[in-house]
């Protein structure tokens, strides 16, 4: 039974893959999953004056399980949320069949960002008569490196402020962070990663057991791990299509579509105001952050301490008063 409270809503908004996305058939319709905490209008008591925070969960191919602790925003401060499942993952549309070459071609960040405008269409969080900016959005991870990018390129004229929260600016410098931290696991484990890594058996009991000692130090360092965590690992591991084409085996063995990825050229187009979060233990290290901050125009950076990947779940107290903070100010 879940222990997080009941959304004030819930639903599916339909998304047509354009012909650009699919090239099979131009007239899919897929469905977007989303849930509601409160109440969409920034006129509406308790949450009047409150904008919509909608937030985007990693992976990718992961699902908004994992980010439902992030509901503490609206609890205690009031603020109205909007939680979704990307394509291919969780109660969203599922495309299986999208895998191999196929898969390379389809899943990419246009499909997700055309999700992204469809939902924000289909809520009515769209600018307003006197061009009010109506809604925030927050991302995690790779939820983080979507924003920024989308951001960038659609310059939805509805967005307010972005919150990017342990995202890096390239998975180039994520790696090079995660190999280092690499070098700080027990022998054995780094032994047992780059033998299955080099013969290609990472899906093998003794490789996931070694990247949990990984992930215990610098994905999640809270034990038991939380409900959310393991409710989105659970569907991952019955779908793991979108995120084994564009993430790869594992968070630190990056094979798939997304290895030279890099928002850095794509920074001086983003001119709305941004929050950046990362932990003092996280996989995405300062060094992966860094360029980010140089690179925006109007940008706060926090390291939140004791804190590594899941930075909400682990420092609960601190990240909402620094998101809060930045929201109303």
Request: glycine share 8%.
């Amino acid at each position: 039974m879940s222990s997080y409270p009941p959304p004030t809503s819930q639903g599916f908004a339909p998304f047509t893959l354009s012909s650009t996305s699919d090239d099979t058939d131009s007239s899919t319709t897929c469905q977007t999953f989303y849930k509601i905490y409160g109440s969409l209008s920034c006129t509406s008591p308790p949450t009047a004056g409150k904008h919509p925070l909608i937030i985007v969960h990693g992976g990718p191919g992961s699902t908004h399980d994992y980010v439902l602790p992030l509901v503490f925003l609206h609890t205690k401060y009031n603020i109205p949320l909007v939680f979704y499942d990307q394509l291919g993952s969780g109660e969203s549309t599922h495309l299986p069949e999208k895998s191999g070459e196929l898969g390379k071609a389809f899943w990419t960040e246009e499909v997700f960002m055309d999700q992204l405008d469809s939902l924000v269409k289909h809520l009515g969080l769209e600018t307003q008569d006197d061009g009010d900016k109506v809604y925030d959005i927050l991302g995690h991870s790779w939820g983080g490196m979507l924003i920024m990018r989308w951001a960038a390129r659609r310059q939805p004229k509805g967005l307010r402020k972005l919150v990017v929260s342990n995202s890096p600016a390239s998975m180039e410098l994520f790696v090079e962070g995660t190999l280092k931290l690499r070098k700080e696991l027990p022998e054995e484990v780094q032994k047992a990663l780059n033998e299955h890594e080099a013969a290609g058996t990472t899906d093998t009991p003794e490789y996931h057991a070694a990247e949990q000692a990984f992930y215990d130090r610098h994905l999640c360092r809270v034990k038991p791990l939380p409900e959310g965590l393991m409710t989105s690992f659970t569907k991952m591991q019955q779908d793991a299509t979108v995120y084994h084409i564009m993430n790869g085996p594992s968070e630190f063995f990056v094979t798939g579509t997304l290895k030279p990825w890099s928002i850095i050229p794509d920074l001086p187009l983003i001119a709305t105001p941004a929050l950046l979060l990362n932990g003092r233990h996280d996989e995405v290290q300062e060094s992966a952050v860094r360029p980010i901050f140089e690179g925006l125009k109007r940008v706060k950076w926090v390291v939140l301490e004791e804190a590594s990947h899941l930075s909400f779940v682990e420092v609960e107290e601190r990240y909402g008063e620094v998101v809060n903070g930045f929201l109303r100010g």
